[in-house]
T-cell receptor
Framework: QQQVKQSPQSLIVQKGGISIINCAYE??????FPWYQQFPGKGPALLIA?????SEKKEGRFTISFNKSAKQFSLHIMDSQPGDSATYVC???????????FGTGTKLQVIP | EAGVAQSPRYKIIEKRQSVAFWCNPI?????LYWYQQILGQGPKLLIQ????????DSQLPKDRFSAERLKGVDSTLKIQPAKLEDSAVYLC?????????????FGEGSRLTVL
């Protein structure tokens, strides 16, 4: 049962462009929303995360936008670079023991 | 600090054989997770431990998968007998109990191919 839906499955962006990845959830028990970056042959690594009482969080070129009423959140990568080419996976946290449920992932390719 | 260690990195077995994966989490991390990641998909939680107790194993196929975390430190995930659909990367992760940030620290994974 997929509790976090992610789109698109893949994305090709020109260098310098904006990459946008979207996620949606249904479970209102989720109370923290991280994004992970995963390179081939490696485990995912935390990129940026947001609490549901905040509508936007920015760290460098990466921004999370959060819409609590719509139960949606998105990752924006500004000035996308070839080094950003990776799989991006959204996630949602619930429960006292931090159960982390992941989306299906988006493979991003930034072309020069 | 040392990261999450996993072994083996790669394993190829025939269907119906058994396999075991080992994970050593970051020192001091009370929570340990095993995820299954099929190619092109996001990680799927198999089992979550808090110290040496299981807090979530709702998606673990218990007829063939088992896991233990003795002494609340390292952990072993076993598959017996393996099926073709078990071909995947098995990721181990650990986290601190607090602060609550959803930050998991992953190992590089163990890639299983079932023939």
């Amino acid at each position: 049962q997929q509790q976090v839906k992610q789109s698109p499955q893949s994305l090709i962006v020109q260098k310098g462009g904006i990459s946008i990845i979207n996620c949606a959830y249904e479970n209102t028990a989720f109370d923290y929303f991280p994004w992970y970056q995963q390179f081939p042959g490696k485990g995912p690594a935390l990129l940026i995360a947001i609490r549901p009482d905040v509508s936007e969080k920015k760290e460098g070129r990466f921004t999370i936008s959060f819409n609590k009423s719509a139960k949606q959140f998105s990752l924006h990568i500004m000035d996308s670079q070839p080094g950003d080419s990776a799989t991006y996976v959204c996630a949602a946290v619930s429960g006292g023991y931090q159960k982390v449920t992941f989306g299906t992932g988006t493979k991003l390719q930034v072309i020069p | 600090e040392a990261g999450v260690a996993q072994s083996p990195r790669y394993k190829i077995i025939e269907k119906r054989q058994s396999v075991a994966f080992w994970c050593n989490p970051i020192s001091g991390h009370a929570t340990l997770y095993w995820y299954q990641q099929i190619l092109g998909q996001g990680p799927k939680l198999l089992i979550q431990f808090q110290n040496n107790g299981v807090v979530d194993d709702s998606q673990l196929p218990k007829d063939r998968f088992s896991a233990e975390r003795l002494k609340g430190v390292d952990s072993t995930l076993k598959i017996q007998p393996a099926k073709l659909e078990d071909s995947a990367v098995y990721l181990c992760a650990s986290s601190r109990r607090l602060p609550r940030t959803g930050e998991l620290f992953f190992g590089e994974g163990s890639r299983l191919t079932v023939l």
